[in-house]
């Protein structure tokens, strides 16, 4: 019983897709997700991408996946690491891959210097922040996301 975290691939796009969508169902919001196996190939994967994404492999087997980003701090003066989305298939949780995903993330925060290592999570999604709370992460509930997408953002970059 082992986990394998390793760089995507592009051949990975239709299993990083079908994860996307699986999360999506989790969080009950399939209908928001409007991209393709090739348009993650082409985003996640092209010469100008400034994303990175893992695969956690169980038994040789894709568990789960990560997307993530650099960030940048204005007050600690540093890069940082934002990671979009951490997913681990239903069948595959409780094995570790999870914590394989996200410590090879701060492993990778660490070597190149970030000062922290961010993410977001629904505030109900309970498993998940019992996780993150049991390796030491904060909420920081004292900050509000905001968000321009679709129409909105349209209309405001005029």
Same mark, same amino acid.
């Given at each position: 019983?082992s986990i394998?975290?390793?760089?995507?691939?592009?051949e990975d796009?239709?299993? /990083?897709?079908?994860m996307?969508? #699986?999360?999506?169902?989790?969080?009950?919001? +399939? #209908?928001?997700?409007?991209t393709? +196996?090739?348009?993650?190939?082409e985003?996640?994967?092209?010469?100008?991408?400034?994303?990175?994404?893992?695969?956690?492999?169980y038994?040789?087997? /894709?568990?789960?996946?990560?997307?993530f980003?650099?960030s940048?701090?204005?007050?600690?003066?540093?890069?940082g690491?934002?990671m979009?989305?951490?997913?681990? %298939? +239903?069948?595959?949780?409780?094995?570790?891959?999870?914590?394989?995903?996200?410590?090879h993330?701060?492993?990778l925060?660490v070597?190149?210097?970030?000062?922290?290592?961010?993410? %977001?999570?629904?505030?109900?999604n309970?498993?998940?922040?019992?996780?993150y @709370?049991s /390796?030491?992460? @904060?909420?920081? %509930?004292?900050?509000?996301r905001y968000? @321009?997408?679709?129409?909105?953002l349209?209309?405001f970059?005029g």
């Open positions: 019983m394998t975290i390793r760089q995507a691939r592009p796009a239709a299993a /990083i897709y079908a996307i969508y #699986e999360l999506a169902v989790y969080e009950k919001a +399939p #209908e928001e997700v409007i393709t +196996p090739d348009e993650i190939r985003t996640l994967f092209g010469a100008d991408s400034k994303t990175e994404a893992l695969i956690a492999e038994e040789g087997k /894709i568990a789960g996946y990560a997307v980003l650099t940048y701090s204005t007050w600690l003066g540093r890069n690491i934002y979009e989305d951490l997913y681990v %298939s +239903p069948d595959y949780r409780g094995k570790g891959a999870g914590r394989a995903l996200l410590k993330i701060a492993q925060a070597k190149r210097q970030c000062g922290r290592l961010e993410w %977001s999570v629904l505030d109900w309970q498993p998940a922040i019992d996780f @709370l /390796i030491g992460a @904060l909420p920081q %509930s004292e900050w509000v968000r @321009l997408d679709g129409e909105a349209r209309t970059a």
